[in-house]
């Protein structure tokens, strides 16, 4: 008999404990690739770091071991063993219940990392076994999870003890689940990155990095003393350096403000905004403190010094921020972000706090230091006055009529002028294109081809890189202008669609193509992607046609080697070499519709790798880069 569609009571799931995380793990870690695997480290090390800002701890080690898991140990206090309330051992309860930590209570920790409880317990979740050992009161307790679950039996209810000792802390190891994780191998320059970043935030901290896992064992000892003074330094060791890195700090109302700045000779601002030792990569509230102040001091220093006379307008933002590097640290006792992967800060006393600071202890450092002051306000005279040379110039060369889109006939735009739905594709070569026309969805979709391969703007020159045809249609067609040179006018509330989607083909030379365009966005429109606007295409490569049953498209190779595994009887096999194979149906099908396509979102999850990267593969010194591929090239696939 067939079974009812009901919907009543018996409907309704309730996902118990550590379920839901299994279920929906991109909610807590923000993905399961890479990225996601290596936030299980950081969730566990925050807690240790959170140990230190409350004044226990002042030393974390983390060892990527041979068999794949992880270790992270501390010398802190050690995760409290007692008897809970609810009736289980403290740690236990913090181990396996959501939303269970000390860092709710005032008393435990004045600032934290982790806010919501749910570190610990979801590294625990999303791994094959966690084995945890904490010092303390004089015993080694032992405590261990499989899938989530405990295995251990407690000894009159509590954790069983396996020795004594006169330490304290607390050691966690554990081995993702690959049942969960795309890949589960730890990505050790990006754990290595993250480390030498909380050390910098945390001078008297010490962090040791071992990877037990290649042939030659790797180990790094992270101490720097002077805080985020050396951050600075590092982060310009290779620039020419106008002047010497300032340092200051302050307080209001409880929340810390720690920031440093220093000027180069580049056209590139790089500020970089950190709460309670967390990296906000999409900034937030104590940014933008930082930012509106500092541009009102140098406007008034610039009028009250007689450099910006009565008829000059001021200076923008972006003018006063030419080649600036900062940093902002800021220890919050209650702040809130958007979102759990704790991306961008919103509370409006952090912009407040960081205002004050900075405005008090900016001035005081100017007045004595006339010099660099006079420095500072020559880098935003030179980006104000090549900004307006480079306006009047720039709209000569993209309003020339054979530039426009009319003539050029290349974009095939969307009906609806709403920005928040619409969408476009920029599609390789104009077969691939012509389909994609066809196929899209009118209302909403935009298809923009590009024939050939785009400028790469990591080695030509500004005027070269406004020239090229292809890069002026999509300034054009995106609508929200382009940052470059010392002048900076692109304005993200003027981009046209919400997602601008590069579609390639799955070979070489669509990856090549993929490759130019998000150098020509990381270097000329970064906000695009910290906004989260650029995704890529994932077009399947193959398409089995079985004798019975459904035909099924395959995005990758682990795909058809699942497909092989579970079908049964004969199936024929059609390889796609690219996107103008397919007809407008099966694009529409695989590629365009957002019902059942794969999009992969563009993210930047370490500035400062990012930036030597991109520099590096596609600069123009060689030895490097070769370094780098010979290194990388076991793991060569777009991680996106």
């Known amino acids: 008999m067939a079974k009812k569609n009901t919907y009543d009571a018996e409907s309704i799931s309730v996902l118990e404990g550590l379920e839901a995380v299994r279920k929906r793990p991109g909610m807590y870690i923000g993905s399961v690739s890479t990225k996601g695997l290596n936030h299980l480290i950081y969730e566990i090390v ?23 898991s992880a270790t992270v140990a501390d ?8 008897m809970h309330a609810k009736g289980v051992p403290a740690a236990r309860l913090v181990y396996t219940t959501l939303h269970a930590g000390g ?17 610990s317990s979801v590294v625990n979740a999303l791994s094959v076994y966690m084995d945890v050992e904490i010092s303390r009161e004089g015993y080694i307790h032992h405590d261990r999870y499989e899938k989530g679950l405990p295995v251990v039996e407690l000894e009159d209810g509590l954790l069983p003890k396996i020795g004594k000792t006169k330490k304290t802390g607390t050691k966690v190891n554990f081995l993702p689940d690959d049942t969960i994780f795309e890949k589960t191998k730890f990505k050790a320059d990006d754990v290595k990155s993250r480390m030498h970043e909380t050390a910098y935030l945390n001078p008297s901290l010490t962090i040791i990095f071992e990877d037990l896992r290649g042939a030659e064992k790797e180990k790094i000892v992270y ?13 310009n060791s290779k620039k020419e350096a106008i002047h010497e890195p300032v340092y200051f700090k302050g307080e209001l109302d409880g929340i810390e403000v720690e920031a440093a700045f220093q000027y180069v000779n ?29 541009t009102t001091v140098i406007n008034q220093y610039a009028r009250e010094l007689g450099i910006l006379k009565e008829k000059d307008s001021n200076f923008t933002g972006a003018d006063v921020r030419n080649g600036m590097t900062a940093i902002i640290s800021i220890k919050h006792p209650d702040p809130r972000f958007e979102g759990q992967t704790k991306t961008k800060l919103d509370n409006p006393d952090a912009s407040k706090a960081t205002s004050k600071v900075t405005g008090e202890e900016i001035v005081r450092y100017f007045d004595r230091n006339l010099e660099n002051l006079k420095k500072v306000i020559g880098c935003a005279e030179k980006s104000a006055k090549i900004r307006k040379t ?25 009906e609806s002028r709403d920005a928040s739905k619409c969408e476009i594709f920029i599609v390789e070569g104009d077969s691939a294109g012509g389909s994609a026309k066809t196929a899209r969805d009118r209302m909403y979709q935009a298809i923009l081809p590009i024939r050939g391969k785009i400028l790469n703007v990591e080695k030509a020159s500004i005027d070269k890189v406004l020239a090229n045809a292809e890069i002026k249609t999509m300034i054009n067609a995106f609508g929200c202008g382009f940052s470059e040179g010392y002048g900076n006018d692109f304005d993200i509330s003027k981009l046209r669609y919400d997602k601008i989607i590069i579609m390639a083909d799955a070979d070489v030379d669509g990856a090549h193509i993929s490759t130019l365009l998000l150098t020509l966005f990381y270097r000329f429109m970064r906000e695009l992607i910290d906004e989260g606007h650029i995704y890529i295409a994932m077009p399947p490569l193959y398409k089995a ?8 498209y395959l995005y990758d190779d682990k795909a058809l080697e699942r497909y092989r595994k579970t079908h049964d009887g004969p199936f024929t096999l059609q390889r796609y070499k690219g996107l103008g194979e397919m007809d407008a149906e ?42 780098f591929i010979y290194e990388n090239a076991a793991e060569a696939e777009l991680d996106v």
Request: aromatic letters at 8%; glycine letters at 10%; charged letters at 30%.
């Open 46 to 68: 925050d807690n240790a770091v959170d140990e230190h800002l409350a004044g226990y701890c002042s030393e974390i080690r983390v060892t990527l071991e041979k068999d794949g």
């Open 75 to 82: 010398n802190g206090r050690g995760v409290p063993v007692g």
């Open 103 to 119: 860092k709710f209570d005032d008393s435990a920790y004045k600032t934290s990392g982790g806010l919501h409880g749910v570190g």
């Open 223 to 235: 101490h720097e003393p002077d805080g985020i003074l050396g951050f600075i330094k590092d982060l």
């Open 266 to 294: 580049e056209f590139h601002e790089n500020i970089l905004g950190f709460c309670n030792n967390i990296y906000n990569s999409e900034g937030g509230t104590h940014l933008t403190g930082f930012k509106t102040t500092f």
């Open 390 to 414: 480079e306006e009047k110039a720039k709209t000569n060369l993209l309003t020339k009529q054979k530039y426009s889109f009319d003539s050029n006939g290349k974009l095939a735009n969307c």
């Open 545 to 552: 046609m079985p004798k019975k049953g459904e035909e099924e």
């Open 586 to 627: 099966q694009l529409w099908e695989t590629t365009l519709n957002p019902e059942t396509r794969i999009l992969k979102r563009v993210e930047i999850e370490d500035a400062r790798m990012a930036s030597d990267v991109t520099e590096m593969l596609m600069g123009t010194e060689v030895p490097p880069r070769r370094a």
